[in-house]
């Protein structure tokens, strides 16, 4: 029987060992960056945390207040109360419609725009481009973006929530980056072959646009998952009422103190008011929270693809 | 043969639509704006019932309170406000004198007459917006109850002591409330006392027994008016919680704590004493909110605490509710195509025991049925016993003070403790110089000058250096940072107003 030697082992997985042998003063120094940053994260992680602790306490427990390391008790009574709530599912449904479809049509609006703008024989490219690019500087404002809405009969549709923001300068102007990084020469020998403009953005560009066009999403996506704003100002149904509108309202239940009362209605079982609060958070948050590591990465990359000087 | 058909049934259609126009209802549409909490559809019982009984066609935008601000300022800003919406301060001024609000008293005597009779002669010109002449704005008067101590009784019980009536009694009783297991769980878990800054009515009665009306305005001996924290007996005060927090009684947590975690205290039975309205406490929390056993008469539970003021001999009460006079419930814009019906709108649904009994407890007979009018007991039918529905249905959504008289569904519908609490506090309830204008220094400096009192307040109570000095920085902090002003400000306006 063959006793593995365990300083050896940890040696063969030591990725220093092929390379420059560490310093004792890099060591502690790793050691301390290692205890800081895990520190940070811990700080970082822990309101979120602590919201989805208390959300699964035991209501009565929960109430003592203090720090969540885990749960009191587990009870998933409050997030049955909540979801039971119609309006929950309309604002989640708005929430959802306006992030697929806003998206969609911010990317696709935002790559009909790049496009152009990144093609350096169109006359005018730079004046064109110096307009966009000083909306970004000075905004419109809100009242004069609110007599634009007004004056397209927007007011309380659904596209209220999705056009006024449908092109971001910022993530056009990744996207035309990006394009302009791209040799010239796909785009001549598609024209050689005699592609327009559509297909050449639509069947060359755009697949080698890809993770550009993946970062930019992700961002659409993002903000429209939790922008609010709009939905306040542009919509007077509550059947228009997004999700992030609709936790602010709850949120803002304190003065009452009818947050539980409100959303859950249910008075035969104790339901914490400020549980319904930290349910409410988690539940919005949740979504989104599962979807970002898959796109995470995406941030950096699109931002540093974006960056390349055409 | 198909020509007859067509033509036949091109007359039929005809005639149909031309029906149907003619016997169709004509409604007029009210728009309006109001802030609240509630999730509520766009459609909904309550609100069909009201569009029936009124004949109106009612359009409502329900915001959310936090919100209200940013949307109103952005529709005037717009110049597309609703019909009826409600609007405080100076923004209220502005849009008076910029021809926006309309002065509704033409319409009052035919379409408010409810209005007009739940006013005294002389009241509605007080508001500061019809001071000018006319009448633009309405305010609400409901909702004016009076901060209560409640303290337990089954508590005081247990540690074998009686309602305190001196401050040192007072302080004996937070004592064994905090250390002699009142709850007679055998654990130190207990406050005698919990106040959150982030809620002005949890200190109250602790202000009250020293005769300062927390978080208000004073008189000084010489006519000044100005800020409590310059009160005589403030640093008695302080002394007394400085004493409470030392000591262990005074839950440590009142500068961070918000005032849900200190109802929170109240309910699962952290403290046995608590500053709030008996109005919320022995009726809307009652028993739903409390986690302990409770008594079917929050009577039996509760009891009042006044201590004896020492210098006048009399029970110290909470503070007098003053009802506002510059935020103005509603306004009609100048946009409003029936001021007419947006007047009977407001009449029938704030002003009526009818529609503030719809608007409130929803339709009699399918969500509620009184058991006893007269003595304000009703029960909730069916499904609507349940919150949600209630809610959802419209129910106390567009009402959620019963009413903008003093007299109102939320009054009439107390239970007999709440209702003789609130009457009983009144009686040695702590008057106050009440400045009901909005003064330019606080405009400017209200928001900081509030932060310095609450800092100066928390500071105080924990601090281990020296309390008079520390006190004389923070009233000269507080005089050099926009108090001195507005002091002079209000010492101007009491002087020619009152």
Redesign the interface.
Known sequence: MTVMNPTRLFRKKDPYQNHISRTRGEKIGGVIICIFLFALSLIMIYPFWHVLMYSISEP?RA???GLFFYPRGISFFSYSLVL????IWIAYKNTILKTLFGTLISVVLSAMTAYPLSVKRLRGRNFFSMMIFFTMLFGGG??PT??LV?SLSLIDTFWALILPGAVSAYNMFILRNYMQSLPSELEESARIDGAMAFTILFRIILPLAAPSLAAIAMFYGVSNWNSYMDC??YT????LQTLQ??L???L????????A???????SE?V???QVQMVIVAVSVIPILIVYPYLQRFYTKGITVGAVKG | MKRTMSLTLALVLALAMFASSAFAEERNTITLMMAGDNTVADTNMVLEELENRLNLDIQVNYISSGDYSTKLNTLIAADTLPDIFNVAGQTALDLRDAGKIIDFSPYLEEYGPDILASYEEGELEKLIINSKGGVYGLNNRAGLSIVNMLIRKDWLANVGLDVPETVDELYEVMNAFTFGDPDGNGENDTYGFVASLAADPTWQHVFSAFGIPYAKTVMLEDGTITSFIKHKDFLDAVEFLRKLYQEGIMDPDFATMTQMESFERFWIGKVGMFNWNSAGAARNWYPGRYTFETPEDPGDLFACVRIIDEDTGLPSGGITPYASQTEYAAVISATCAHPEDAIRFINYVYYTEEGQDLTCLGIEGVMYQWIDKENGLYERIGEYADDVTHRAAGAFVYNGNGGWTVDNTSIRTYNAFAKASQLEEREYQLDYPFIPVTLDAYTEYGTQLREIEKEALANLIVTTGDVEAEYAEYVARWESEGGSEYEAQMTEWWNENR
């Open positions: 009565e109430l003592g207040g039971r709530n119609a309006q809100t009242i609110y007599l007004k306040l100002l007077n149904s509550t059947s509108l609709y602010r309202q709850v803002l239940q304190t003065s009452s103190a009818n947050a009362m409100t959303v859950t209605g249910e008075t104790y914490s008011d400020t």
